[in-house]
């Protein structure tokens, strides 16, 4: 029973903090406030503010923000290791830019943090005592995303709960019957351009009605680590 109210707990703190997110963008947030991150390279798409008509690079994974309302003058807040600031054709993180391409405009959509909130699958689950099972648990998760410089994205701390489901055996009937009940799990995942993932999650289920004759493992932990398989659904990020 206990276990149940610390479910809807989860799910009340975690619509919470989903209702609260979404204002946000609604919200007349000051631009410069804001860090945005570059997804691809922008070539000769950008000059220096005020003087100049010379147009200069910046590369994949810079991070920027805005320094007026209509997102046409920037400045850069970060680079990629490698990225040679000095270079007369490149960009740095001292001047100001005019933006010269309006597709750089429209393309404003990733903050550097934000709330994520998305699908969760758990490809297999290592108990304590040493067993292993299949996957069987596919719910929600919400959590804090922190785009890299490098395209690595972190997602970390998240919360994340669900249904999980066992298969029991029956000896003396001779057949096998599937159980279903909740879980509770909380881990971490590294997103790789959003393709590739590495992750650990920690969690419990819980089956009711069920004794450790039938499942040893009920309200105990167990670890699902894994690399490759998306942990996190698809489009999962905060835009």
Request: glycine share 10%; hydrophobic share 40%; with cysteine.
């Amino acid at each position: 029973m206990l276990f149940c109210r610390l479910i809807v707990l989860v799910i009340f703190i975690t619509n919470a903090i989903a209702l609260r997110a979404e204002p946000q963008e609604a919200k007349m947030v000051p631009e410069s406030t804001i860090t945005y991150r570059l997804t691809v390279d922008m070539n000769a798409n950008f000059k220096v503010a005020g003087s100049g008509s010379t147009l200069l690079s910046a590369p994949r994974y810079a991070t920027y923000r805005n320094l007026n309302t209509g997102g046409s003058i920037i400045k850069f807040v970060s680079f990629p290791k490698g990225w040679d600031q000095n270079d007369p054709t490149h960009v740095n993180s001292v001047s100001h830019y005019q933006v010269v391409d309006q597709n750089f405009l429209d393309s404003q959509t990733e903050y550097n943090t934000g709330v994520d909130i998305g699908s969760l699958a758990v490809p297999f689950k290592i108990y304590k005592d040493g067993g292993i099972t299949g996957g069987g648990s596919v719910g929600a998760y919400v959590g804090r995303r922190r785009f890299g410089n490098n395209g690595i994205d972190m997602i970390f701390p998240l919360i994340s709960v669900g249904l999980t489901s066992v298969t029991i055996s029956d000896i003396n009937a001779k057949k096998t019957d599937v159980k279903f009940g909740a879980y509770l799990a909380t881990g971490i995942i590294w997103d790789f351009n959003k393709n590739f993932q590495v992750g650990a999650i920690i969690g419990i289920d819980h089956i009711a009605g069920l004794d450790s004759s039938q499942f040893s493992n009920n309200n105990k932990p167990w670890l699902s680590v894994s690399i490759g398989f998306n942990f996190a659904g698809v489009g999962s990020d905060k835009k």
